[in-house]
């Protein structure tokens, strides 16, 4: 188990839920950092007593330095905070729950710095991930997913010494809030109805992911570089109930499945306790009670957001790195009400036909096509 604990994203959903699962645990918490939401922080650094707090501008630092003046508290702010706070010396584990690519240069200096990383920050291996997973081999720092569906493959892997004994990955997908819906009835949707997840509660982001099923797309990326198999040994399938969080089928013919309820603390607890498993918080599953469990194929035409990216995963290089940023920029917009659900899928993929492509690309190119993908989606006009 882990020792000492930073978590990158404090304010968000996996944030609070990292910090629950630190006090059911007794894991100390030595770095805190957020973005803007400094009321939440500063009752958060009152709880765990950090000795390193991060926001994300000066102003945020200064209310914050105002706000634990009696405590012995440092405060940093911007990129650099971050990278210090990634790389604090007395953790050993960092859990990156920064939403976007924002993430990523602080995933990479954990890494260097030899950290365990619970890794709930999707994007950073969906721009980078042959950068990152090269990088943690070299430094030998474990990473553990925190994302429900690959913590369930992470598990039934536990027992596997030998990759190539995978056919493949099957990675489960509630389908939204939307499934079963038609094009015509989701071009009316709101960012209100697109909120309304059926099984999980995350922040606004993954949530509206979820309605795209973009999210999905990015959890095959993330599958692929998490575990080296090509697009084709990757496959999604719609379980609506979120019991079953993801499979493994082997070359036998066998298949192992990760079932459990619906809560996030479960894979946040393994990444601070693996290899242990202990008492947790989470409601104990009861078979008698789910129903059927049943599995279909997700409708593509009616969101070609994760077909859109099921072909950025076939072509890797900046093509992910391009359409993960567009995607952050048209989901924010759509989140202002400012453009319709169908724009999400228009904008990424304008974006990813307009970023120049680069098949193996470094780390200032993949953020080259992420900034130029932001900026096509992001226009008001496109």
Known sequence: MVKNLCV?????????????????????????????????????????????AVTADAEGAERLSMALRDLPIRIAWGE?????????????????????????????????????????????????????????????AEIIPVDSEHSAIFQCLMGCADRREIR??????????????????????????ALRHPNW????????????????????????????????????????????????????????????TPDMRLPIQLAMTYPQRLPGLVQELDLTKCGALTFCEPDLDTFPCLALA???????????????????????LFLQEKIGFYDIYERVSQAVEAVPFTRSPD?????EADRLAREIAGRISV
Not at 235 to 254: C, M, P, T
Not at 316 to 325: H, L, Q, S, V, Y
Not at 363 to 367: D, E, F, N, P, V
């Open 8 to 52: 990158l994203g404090s304010t968000g959903s996996i944030g609070r839920q990292s910090l629950e699962v630190a006090a059911h645990l007794g894991v100390p918490v030595s770095v805190l950092a957020a973005g803007h939401n400094i009321d939440r922080l500063v009752d958060q650094c009152r709880a765990f007593r950090p000795k390193l």
């Open 80 to 140: 650099e905070g971050l990278l210090e706070a990634a790389a604090f010396p007395e953790t050993d584990c960092v859990i990156t729950a920064i939403v976007g690519t924002l993430g990523l240069k602080p995933t990479l200096a954990a890494i260097a710095a030899g950290k365990r990383i619970g890794l709930a920050n999707k994007e950073t291996l969906v721009c980078a991930g042959e950068l990152v997973m090269a990088a943690a081999r070299e430094r030998g």
């Open 168 to 193: 493949r990955l099957l990675l489960t997908c509630s389908g939204g809030p939307f499934f079963g819906m038609d094009r015509e009835a989701l071009t009316k949707v709101t960012p209100r109805d």
């Open 201 to 260: 509660r995350m922040g606004p982001k993954i949530t509206i992911d979820c309605a795209t099923l973009m999210n999905k797309g990015l959890e095959v990326i993330e599958a692929m570089r998490l575990y080296g198999l090509p697009r084709e040994r990757v496959r999604v399938l719609i379980h609506r109930k979120s019991v079953v969080h993801s499979l493994v089928e082997f070359n036998d013919g066998a298949v192992l499945a990760q079932l459990g």
């Open 310 to 332: 099921l072909e950025c995963a076939g072509a890797g290089g900046t093509a992910c790195a391009a359409m993960n940023g567009a995607n952050e920029a048209a989901v924010g």
């Open 363 to 367: 780390l200032a190119q993949i953020l």
